[in-house]
């Protein structure tokens, strides 16, 4: 079975320049999460998807932030423009039929460095 | 709203001794808690969950951790550590409903040395 993707691993840009990360989840998830990841501290949940439909977005900052999930399978997130606190890893997760209850199966994420 | 507390930033060990990595969690309500493992340059992975039932639950590669309501903790233990389980462990916590939001701890870095 194949696990949740995601590109690129690395990526390093000036700020006030644009991103975006890919993510695609376990085949048949229906729920899709991002988290940002900044050094020393746990993943913070930025959005979260049921299907194609945003569920929770409430620590998503939305002046830089986007995210999309288009047909219900793999997402998206973008920040415009970066700054130099957006550095972090960015983890995708899916949950769904193959576990249990708040079992969520990450990709190894995608690692953003902002100079 | 709910939180997690990881009382120990790093905790060194030596190979084959016991460990215990701490977890305190806060929240009004009936939660669900978890322990995941990050390995060096990989995503997350379960470890172990306490939904409801027995206080003491069982994990992956001999970890074990025990629910204690009284004290609001979720400590993580391992009667003999090896070497491959140096990894970053995050407590982590959710109230259930439709959305099983996580809200994670900071981390505990476990060294294990030869």
């Known amino acids: 079975e194949a696990g949740v993707a995601q590109s690129p691993r690395y990526k390093i840009i000036e700020k006030r320049q644009s991103v975006a990360f890919w993510c695609n989840p376990i085949?048949?998830?229906?729920?899709l999460y991002w988290y940002q990841q900044i050094l020393g501290q746990g993943p913070k949940l930025l959005i979260q998807?049921?299907?194609?439909?945003?569920?929770?977005d409430s620590q998503l900052p939305k002046d830089r932030f986007s995210a999309e999930r288009l047909k219900g399978v793999d997402s998206t997130l973008k920040i415009q423009p970066a700054k130099l606190e957006d550095s972090a890893v960015y983890l995708c997760?899916?949950?769904?039929?193959?576990?249990?209850?708040?079992?969520?199966?990450f990709g190894e994420g995608s690692r953003l460095t902002v100079l | 709203a709910q939180s997690v507390t990881q009382l120990d930033s790093q905790v060194p060990v030596f190979e084959e001794a016991p460990v215990e990595l701490r977890c305190n969690y806060s929240?009004?309500?009936?939660?669900?808690l978890f322990w995941y493992v990050q390995y060096p340059n990989q995503g997350l992975q379960l470890l172990l969950k306490?939904?409801?039932?027995?206080?003491l639950v069982k994990g992956i590669n001999g970890f074990e951790a025990e629910f204690n309501k009284s004290q609001t903790s979720f400590h993580l233990r391992k009667p003999s550590v090896h070497i491959s389980d140096t990894a970053e462990y995050f407590c982590?916590?959710?109230?259930?409903?439709?959305?099983?939001?996580?809200?994670f701890g900071k981390g505990t870095l476990l060294t294990v040395n030869p």
């Open positions: 997760a899916s949950s769904g039929w193959t576990g249990g209850i708040g079992e969520l199966f």
């Open positions: 085949s048949g998830h229906a729920t």
């Open positions: 998807f049921q299907n194609n439909g945003v569920v929770d």
């Open positions: 929240s009004s309500v009936s939660v669900y």
């Open positions: 306490y939904l409801s039932g027995s206080t």
């Open positions: 982590a916590v959710t109230l259930g409903g439709s959305n099983y939001k996580l809200t």
